[in-house]
T-cell receptor, first 114, second 109 residues
Framework: EAQVTQNPRYLITVTGKKLTVTCSQN?????MSWYRQDPGLGLRQIYYSMNVEVTDKGDVPEGYKVSRKEKRNFPLILESPSPNQTSLYFC???WGTGGRETQYFGPGTRLLVL | QKEVEQDPGPLSVPEGAIVSLNCTYS??????FMWYRQYSRKGPELLMY????GNKEDGRFTAQVDKSSKYISLFIRDSQPSDSATYLC?????????FGTGTSLTVIP
C-alpha cells in the first residue's frame, strides 16, 4: 500500500530535550515536506526537499532541522524544543518536477512541549 | 499580508445543497491551485488541482480559478454527510506550498 508513515504519532516532551520525528514514504517520491498545523494559522510549510541531500526552508523553519540522506526518509529534528512548537505536524511526499502538486500526507504527529 | 486567505466558516448546510468554498491569493506568480479535504484527526488528502483559469470538474466537485481576480473556488454539488470535513485551498509556486486556514463544512442529513 502506498503510504507516508510518521513516528511517533503522539509525543509529550519538555523544553530543551532534543527530539526527532521520523517520516518515511514507499512511493519513490523525490519531493518531501514537513508542515505544522495550528488553529487559525492553517498548514505552514517548515522545510522541503527536492531530492537526496537537497533541502530548503519553507515559511517557518526557525527551531527545526531536517536531513535527507535517503530518498524514502525525511526526519524532522527539534534540537531544543520550546512550548511554541507545540503543534500538529504532517509529513508529505510527491513526485518532483511534473508532479509536486499531488502531495500525499502522513497521519500526523501531535507534539506537546511542556 | 498572507499569501492565501480563506473564508473561515464554519459552514453548515442540509444534505443535497450546493456548497461554495472560496480563497483569495496575493501573488500573481502562483502556478498551481489545489483543494485538499481533511477529515478529523487525519492528514489532508488532495481533491483536485488545476493550473489555469477556468473550471475543472470531477464528479460532484468543481474547482474554479480566476487569475485576473486572484480568486479560487470549490463547488460541491448534491452535498452528502460524508462531505463533512475541513477543506483547505493551497497554492504551489516554485517548490513551495501555501495553504489557506481551512473551512469547516458540516452537511446535515
Amino acid at each position: 500500500e502506498a503510504q507516508v508513515t510518521q513516528n511517533p504519532r503522539y509525543l509529550i516532551t519538555v523544553t530543551g530535550k532534543k527530539l526527532t520525528v521520523t517520516c518515511s514514504q514507499n512511493m519513490n517520491h523525490e519531493y518531501m515536506s514537513w508542515y505544522r498545523q495550528d488553529p487559525g494559522l492553517g498548514l505552514r510549510q517548515i522545510y522541503y526537499s527536492m531530492n537526496v541531500e537537497v533541502t530548503d526552508k519553507g515559511d517557518v523553519p526557525e527551531g527545526y532541522k531536517v536531513s535527507r540522506k535517503e530518498k524514502r526518509n525525511f526526519p524532522l529534528i527539534l534540537e531544543s524544543p520550546s512550548p511554541n512548537q507545540t503543534s500538529l505536524y504532517f509529513c508529505a511526499s510527491s513526485w518532483g518536477t511534473g508532479g509536486r502538486e499531488t502531495q500525499y500526507f502522513g497521519p500526523g504527529t501531535r507534539l506537546l512541549v511542556l | 499580508q498572507k499569501e492565501v486567505e480563506q473564508d473561515p466558516g464554519p459552514l453548515s448546510v442540509p444534505e443535497g445543497a450546493i456548497v461554495s468554498l472560496n480563497c483569495t491569493y496575493s501573488n500573481s506568480a502562483f502556478q498551481y491551485f489545489m483543494w485538499y479535504r481533511q477529515y478529523s484527526r487525519k492528514g489532508p488528502e488532495l481533491l483536485m488541482y488545476t493550473y489555469s483559469s477556468g473550471n475543472k470538474e470531477d464528479g460532484r466537485f468543481t474547482a474554479q480559478v480566476d487569475k485576473s481576480s486572484k480568486y479560487i473556488s470549490l463547488f460541491i454539488r448534491d452535498s452528502q454527510p460524508s462531505d463533512s470535513a475541513t477543506y483547505l485551498c493551497a497554492i504551489l509556486t516554485g517548490n513551495q506550498f501555501y495553504f489557506g486556514t481551512g473551512t469547516s463544512l458540516t452537511v446535515i442529513p
